[in-house]
């Protein structure tokens, strides 16, 4: 017997909250919203699991040059991540936005699945007042304090050419940002709502095998092991899942191939019978009457002749 395993809820929550980003990620919806907020707004923005050990918007097109420089070193990079997973110890219900030791502007909004954050919609990486030299010259000193060598022309360059948006405006992108983290949230739930409904892969599986394959005497022992479990965890889960045992589930695929070849009046009920699995015509006969409620023959004569 397989004994299934258990783990903590909150490792079952975060397991399915990294699947559901996925999969929030990948949908055609995301994908279009995102091409037109970065078109639109000339923003980054990222879509970041609850729990993440990587700065967010690194690589993201709009990406501010400075921010991606200052990503290539490690101890600067471990300080954006302090800065990232202090925006999410205070975004677990409601948006923030928090300015970084070097001035830029990040945002994260929470995305829902009922009462629980599942992962955060984040853009940023902005100025809300124009950079000047005097303030490069304060994070200039900063990194030096670090210990890091670096290209002061490339950063300078970087920093002063970070995108500028004014409080208004920038307030105005969040909305938009919000409204879609809401919706991303009704999203959530559907996905939710259908992989629960989903067939499990096991039983996926051995429908197929079985569907391949019920010509031949097949056994539950053969499509638990073309499966990989047990056939005790198998006989179990398929009726759980299916409603009928084995050999009720292969017995109803057999029988509604058999009322297909019945349609061809030159097979014999017999040859039809050996056809489709069935190792004797009385048997066939027997379990035809009982799924139809007619026999074989009876059943082909009620067809419409061609």
Known sequence: MESKETYPKEWNDREQDNHLTVALTESPVFKEFKGSFNEATGLPLALRPKICWQLPLHGEDNESPFCSVMAEASKTCSGCLQHQQKIIDECQTIPVSIECPHGLIDTAVPVKLGDRTVAFLQTGHIFQKKPTKAKFSLVVKQIEELGLGYDKEKLSQAYLGTKVVERKQYEAIIIMVKLFAQ????????????????????????????????????????????????SFYFCKMFKRITGLNFTEYVSRVRIERAKNLLLNPNLRISEIAFDVGFQSLTHFNRVFRKLVGLSPSNYRGQLPSS
């Open 183 to 230: 919706y991303l949230s009704v999203l959530s739930n559907q996905i939710v709502v259908r992989q629960k409904n989903a067939e499990p892969a096991i039983i996926v599986k051995a429908k197929q095998f079985i569907s391949e394959n019920y010509s031949e005497s097949i056994s539950l022992e053969q499509v638990a092991k073309a499966v990989n479990t047990s």
